[in-house]
């Protein structure tokens, strides 16, 4: 089966630095994308790993490790407008191009 | 420009009604998607299409019926939707079907009385 997992919900001061985590069990792998998204919004692309190892692009950086299936996006210095939902997305092998997302995890930031 | 163009913004429709949402890009890319989203959900795909074919339907009823007319357009025609069919329609697009980065539209928020 194909399985995306990421916390629900999670809480930061502006800022700080937050780590969102991503496993995934999926047939094959081609891929990994963050996406943020706000509210009534559509999604916006942040990242992409298909390499272990970690991505960095200014206040946002990813890592993946295929081996364990596990990925994380770390946003530095945050600021009240990084409040979003933070959506991990998988591809698999065979998929056609097709993103399979996790249920995203949404961050507060607070003062 | 990684820009994915969405109209309309909002649709309002009948359940008897014919509508279509469109979306454009001019970026190259050569994949194009339909995503449709409810409220607190990730987004579903629907369609990939690869070149102007249609090369995935992830079962989706036939009431929802996507186009290609050339690579830089994607249409989805709609016709005699149930309420449960209120969402948010995405348009994505990517270089390839296996690009490395994919980019979506605004959406249309779609609402069906």
């Known amino acids: 089966g194909q399985n995306i997992d990421q916390p629900t919900e999670m809480t930061a001061t502006e800022g700080a630095i937050v780590q969102i985590n991503c496993t995934y069990q999926t047939s094959g792998f081609n891929g990994l994308f963050w996406y943020q998204q706000h509210a009534g919004e559509a999604p916006t692309f942040l990242s992409y790993?298909?390499?272990?190892g970690l991505e960095e692009k200014g206040r946002f950086s990813s890592f993946l490790s295929r081996s364990k299936g596990y990925s994380y996006l770390l946003l530095k210095e945050l600021q009240m407008k990084d409040s979003a939902s933070y959506l991990c997305?998988?591809?698999?092998?065979?998929?056609?191009?097709?993103?399979?997302f996790g249920q995203g995890t949404e961050l507060s930031v607070k003062p | 420009d990684t820009e994915v163009t969405q109209t309309p913004k909002h649709l309002v429709m009948g359940m008897t009604n014919k509508k279509s949402l469109k979306c454009e890009q001019h970026?190259?890319?050569?994949?194009m998607y339909w995503y449709k989203q409810k409220a607190k959900k990730p987004p579903e795909l629907m369609f990939v299409?690869?070149?102007?074919?249609?090369?995935i339907n992830e079962s989706v009823p036939s009431r929802f019926s996507p186009e290609c007319p050339n690579s830089s357009l994607l249409n989805l025609h709609l016709h005699a939707l149930q309420p449960e069919d209120s969402a948010l329609y995405l348009c994505?697009?990517?270089?390839?079907?296996?690009?490395?980065?994919?980019?979506f539209g605004q959406g249309t928020r779609l609402t069906v009385v």
């Open positions: 997305a998988v591809r698999g092998d065979n998929q056609g191009g097709k993103l399979i």
């Open positions: 790993n298909v390499l272990d």
């Open positions: 970026m190259g890319h050569r994949a």
């Open positions: 299409y690869s070149y102007e074919k249609l090369s």
């Open positions: 994505a697009s990517s270089q390839e079907r296996g690009g490395t980065e994919a980019f």
